[in-house]
């Protein structure tokens, strides 16, 4: 095949063209830190780049998730605290009532402290966070029903349920009806033994214990969701770590390997240009002056 001087010069053009793209290309890794651009510099980079992001973004939105969880869980903690407290308090008002030597001021003053704290653990038993009511199951938009008169509380009992990672879901909220649905009836009763025999109070310690009890086996449950919360972070933190790890070994640009190669291919440009300019410099022109 005869090689013609137009054949050189578009073969050094190409050749010079190739280069102009291969140091472009390294410019905008160094430039983006990236790999890639576009999908269709690699699409198996841009491929397994899209997975990872999924599991990231997936991750970041079960972290947000677990946060709504310790939302619940704390408040529901800190309520519980509060209302065994007061169970608490009832029952030091009951032992104090029983001994039979208080006279009609001292137990009308016990019968006060009494009402107050009813309506105290009325307000517990309605507790809003955050505009939701979390002692009424699913129902969060409206407090629980609760009838100091009769002493009843009427609530929703479904378990309120948020995904903090896949395929699991944590029971975030307490039953409020297992906490208060004996509560105030045993408020009542105490209320109504003020009046009557010491016999009749001592019931009342009695009925103010098991109550006393189901909050603390209620807390003891909730602790218990904590703890499992608790590892189910420590997990997640650790998937974001790998995940974001892979993520970055797939996407981002080794620097020192994008230096050498750019230094190496502008060498070779370089050498291109100069040893093009002798080819294409000499023509038969040149030589027929």
Known sequence: MRVTQGMLSNNMLHNLSNSYSK??????QLNTGKKINLPSDDPVIAMKGMNYRSQVTEIEQFKRNTNEVHNWMDNSDAALDKATQAMQRLRELAVKASNGTNDTEELTSIKEEVT?????????????????????????????????????????????????????K????????????????TINNFETALSGTGEDISASIEELDKGINGLINNRADLGARMNRLELIENRLGEQEVIATSMMS????????????????QESLHRAALSAGSRIIQPSLMDFLR
């Not at 944590?170 to 009836?185: A, C, M, P, Q, S």
């Open 249 to 264: 070994k797939n996407e981002d640009v080794d620097y020192s390997k994008a230096i050498t190669e750019l230094i190496t």
């Open 116 to 168: 107050q704290l009813k309506e105290h653990l009325k307000d517990i038993a309605e507790t809003e966070v955050n505009g939701k009511y979390i002692f009424n199951g699913t129902n969060t938009d409206e407090p629980p029903e609760v009838d100091l008169i009769e002493g009843t509380f009427g609530g929703e009992s479904s378990d309120v349920k948020i995904e903090v990672s896949n395929g699991t």
């Open 170 to 185: 944590l029971t975030v909220n307490v039953n409020g009806e297992d906490v208060f649905g004996e509560i105030f009836k």
């Open 23 to 28: 140091m472009g290309t390294i410019m905008d």
